[in-house]
């Protein structure tokens, strides 16, 4: 709950005046200070600390001390990943409310999914190649998304427009959730945890929409890979650490699986020596499937909204469950 005065609000996220004109609007009397980045809160924060009651855009232990903090309440974070608890115990376990961005990039999260299906089941890469080289490529094992399953691992926000859109394409839809018992209208069967390799043996198309915790570090490995089709594809839009990238590499050199769409990796940027890089059947993009021109605005509305809720007393949207997700 807010303090009956309420105390600075931060803003460290790259909004533009419009919204700040919108958080002063909805938080009136409160004092909001814009810092560039939080790259500019270590040169802030002795000036702030003893103050601030809410800041969005800083996080983890290492940038914000709560002993020298008495006041805050509240952080929101700029992404949907919440995997930073783990690296911080301390705002892990304490009563400061966290929330996060989840939903704001959902739908070029999911588009990029099926740009990487698309161009892997028509080897797209590979007719990139040829033109480059000036080749008439012919292309082989080429195939059809139409009527293929997709098998969704994690269906917050972004799984569950994943699959909203799989559907728009006729496609059969696997979703795994750590509570089954929570339907989806786009999802044609939804399965616990302990039906993972259940969900891996059926699916043309597996999808990690998971988030990155003690339980699902290093969640596919060789049993997982195994388990695919030769002729599925991994499309990794999660976090990197939730594959073993060596086991990864043997699979995709040896046949195990069909291929893999890949926006995160174990280490990023990904090292120039990755054997990734080379590889005709993959397909790599620079932890960018977020990127829209609407992030912001989406972003900022979302902060507002909890603002405003927040100062009434009401339950916010996309707090996060600390301890989950530590």
């Known amino acids: 709950m807010p303090s009956q005065k309420l105390g600075t609000i931060v803003v460290a996220l790259r909004l533009e005046d419009r919204h700040l004109e919108a958080i002063r609007a909805a938080a009136p009397g409160a004092e909001v200070v814009k810092i560039n980045g939080r790259g500019e809160w270590p040169a802030r924060r002795a000036e702030l600390e003893s103050t601030v009651e809410v800041i969005a855009g800083v996080q983890g232990s290492d940038n914000l001390d709560l002993a020298s903090m008495p006041r805050l309440r509240w952080i929101q974070t700029g992404g949907a990943g919440n995997d930073w608890l783990i690296r911080s115990p301390e705002i892990a376990n304490s009563d400061v409310m966290v929330t996060n961005g989840s939903g704001v990039a959902a739908i070029p999260i999911a588009e990029h999914v099926l740009?990487?299906?698309?161009?892997?089941?028509?080897?797209?890469?590979?007719?990139?190649?040829?033109?480059?080289?000036?080749?008439?490529?012919?292309?082989?094992?080429?195939?059809?998304?139409?009527?293929?399953?997709?098998?969704?691992?994690?269906?917050?926000?972004?799984?569950?427009?994943?699959?909203?859109?799989?559907?728009?394409?006729?496609?059969?839809?696997?979703?795994?959730?750590?509570?089954?018992?929570?339907?989806?209208?786009?999802?044609?069967?939804?399965?616990?945890?302990?039906?993972?390799?259940?969900?891996?043996?059926?699916?043309?198309?597996?999808?990690?929409?998971?988030?990155?915790?003690?339980?699902?570090?290093?969640?596919?490995?060789?049993?997982?890979?195994?388990?695919?089709?030769?002729?599925?594809?991994?499309?990794?839009?999660?976090?990197?650490?939730?594959?073993?990238?060596?086991?990864?590499?043997?699979?995709?050199?040896?046949?195990?699986?069909?291929?893999?769409?890949?926006?995160?990796?174990?280490?990023?940027?990904?090292?120039?020596?990755?054997?990734?890089?080379?590889?005709?059947?993959?397909?790599?993009?620079?932890?960018?499937?977020?990127?829209?021109?609407?992030?912001?605005?989406?972003?900022?509305g979302v902060f507002i909204e909890n603002l405003r809720r927040y100062r009434a007393g009401e339950p916010m949207i996309n707090v996060v469950d600390k301890q989950h997700n530590s």
């Open 115 to 300: 740009a990487m299906m698309f161009a892997l089941s028509r080897q797209i890469p590979r007719f990139t190649k040829s033109q480059l080289d000036h080749e008439w490529y012919r292309g082989e094992r080429l195939a059809e998304v139409d009527g293929s399953t997709m098998g969704i691992v994690g269906l917050g926000a972004i799984g569950e427009k994943t699959a909203e859109k799989a559907r728009g394409l006729n496609m059969r839809v696997l979703g795994l959730r750590r509570d089954p018992t929570r339907s989806s209208p786009h999802v044609d069967r939804m399965l616990g945890p302990d039906g993972l390799m259940e969900l891996l043996e059926v699916s043309d198309w597996v999808v990690l929409a998971s988030a990155l915790t003690s339980r699902t570090r290093g969640l596919i490995g060789e049993p997982e890979l195994r388990a695919m089709k030769d002729t599925a594809c991994l499309i990794n839009i999660a976090r990197g650490a939730l594959v073993q990238e060596k086991v990864l590499v043997r699979a995709l050199k040896e046949g195990w699986i069909g291929g893999a769409g890949l926006d995160v990796f174990e280490r990023e940027p990904l090292p120039p020596d990755s054997p990734l890089w080379d590889m005709d059947n993959v397909l790599i993009s620079s932890h960018y499937s977020h990127s829209t021109p609407h992030y912001n605005d989406r972003l900022a």
